[in-house]
């Protein structure tokens, strides 16, 4: 009868009941665990600099992903291993809130050091440290599959450069190459214009997502990150002040000009040489 599957109800509400479990703290050991090094490999994850001499360990950047892909698997690869590709820094991180709703996930994230990407926490960090933000979001995963081409939500995008010039944190653009080609999504074209309007009011993703073998699984598609030239933007500037939406603009203009350099930098060394990004 009904207990036969009974098993299958307490699984569920152990899982589910993770999300009452403590999570909050950097866990080196977790992030080096059996399961990141398999994904590392499996991605065959490598990272690149435009021009790494230039940076400063003391300077507090803004560390600008994209894109998010239908899972950001780049920049949750890269927070694994931070502490090698920024030796010399410290490097904090904001996600989407509902993601850290999500039993397990919130949890990997949690021991990753990652707050809630509110205005509040990424100006809070930004204050000790450098902090990376994937910029794309959930709108962001609606853009990723097969095409000619890259395609980025960045154009209406500005709240990480308010953030930025608030503090006056230098914008490094990262592109991860490879990211949107991991999975396929029935869902995340035009054709479901409802399903997406439907996702982003409610601030969760709803597609039937597939990859290799026509299962949830990732494509074995390499990731590489790549770190472009930050962006400066002068000295902190406060929101009340009669430049500060200049400021923004301008500075935003100039992070475009940044990651399309970047992407270009880079995109032979990924074997792309044919594949325009467009924003």
Same mark, same amino acid.
């Given at each position: 009868?009904?207990?036969?599957?009974?098993?299958?109800?307490?699984?569920?509400?152990?899982? #589910?009941?993770?999300?009452?479990?403590?999570?909050?703290?950097?866990?080196?050991e977790?992030?080096?665990?059996?399961?990141?090094?398999?994904?590392?490999?499996?991605?065959?994850?490598?990272?690149?600099?435009?021009?790494?001499?230039?940076?400063?360990?003391?300077?507090?950047?803004?560390?600008?992903?994209?894109?998010?892909?239908?899972?950001?698997?780049?920049?949750?690869?890269?927070g694994?291993?931070?502490?090698?590709?920024?030796?010399?820094?410290?490097? @904090?991180?904001?996600?989407?809130?509902?993601a850290?709703?999500?039993?397990?996930?919130?949890?990997?994230? @949690?021991?990753?050091?990652?707050?809630a990407?509110t205005?509040?926490?990424?100006?809070?960090?930004?204050?000790r440290?450098?902090?990376?933000?994937?910029?794309? @979001?959930?709108?962001?995963?609606?853009?990723?599959?097969?095409?000619?081409c890259?395609?980025?939500?960045?154009?209406?995008?500005?709240?990480?450069?308010?953030?930025?010039v608030?503090?006056?944190?230098?914008?490094?653009?990262?592109?991860?190459?490879?990211?949107?080609?991991?999975?396929?999504?029935?869902?995340?074209?035009?054709?479901?214009?409802?399903?997406?309007?439907?996702?982003?009011?409610?601030?969760?993703?709803?597609?039937?997502?597939?990859?290799?073998?026509?299962?949830?699984?990732?494509?074995?598609?390499?990731?590489?990150?790549?770190?472009?030239?930050?962006?400066?933007?002068?000295?902190?500037?406060?929101?009340?002040?009669?430049?500060?939406?200049?400021?923004?603009?301008? #500075?935003?203009?100039?992070?475009?000009?940044?990651?399309?350099?970047?992407?270009?930098?880079?995109?032979?060394?990924?074997?792309?040489?044919?594949?325009?990004?467009i924003?």
């Open positions: 009868g009904v207990w036969r599957y009974s098993w299958m109800l307490y699984t569920w509400i152990a899982i #589910m009941s993770t999300v009452l479990l403590p999570c909050s703290g950097y866990w080196p977790f992030l080096d665990s059996w399961l990141f090094r398999s994904w590392r490999r499996y991605f065959s994850f490598s990272y690149v600099f435009s021009d790494f001499d230039a940076l400063s360990p003391e300077t507090k950047y803004t560390l600008a992903e994209l894109p998010h892909g239908i899972m950001p698997f780049g920049p949750i690869l890269a694994t291993v931070a502490r090698q590709i920024f030796p010399d820094w410290e490097v @904090g991180a904001i996600t989407a809130s509902n850290l709703r999500v039993p397990l996930i919130k949890h990997m994230f @949690g021991w990753m050091g990652a707050k990407a205005k509040e926490n990424f100006l809070k960090i930004l204050e440290t450098s902090c990376a933000v994937v910029v794309g @979001g959930l709108a962001e995963m609606f853009m990723c599959g097969e095409g000619p890259e395609r980025v939500l960045l154009s209406t995008r500005k709240g990480f450069v308010r953030c930025a608030q503090r006056g944190s230098p914008i490094m653009p990262v592109y991860h190459f490879g990211l949107s080609q991991l999975n396929e999504a029935i869902g995340a074209d035009n054709s479901f214009i409802k399903l997406k309007s439907f996702s982003r009011k409610t601030k969760m993703a709803f597609m039937i997502i597939y990859g290799r073998w026509f299962t949830p699984a990732p494509k074995r598609v390499p990731i590489m990150m790549a770190c472009g030239r930050p962006v400066e933007v002068g000295e902190p500037m406060e929101p009340d002040h009669p430049d500060f939406a200049a400021r923004v603009d301008e #500075m935003h203009s100039k992070f475009i000009e940044a990651l399309l350099q970047t992407y270009d930098d880079h995109k032979a060394a990924y074997g792309w040489e044919n594949r325009p990004l924003i």
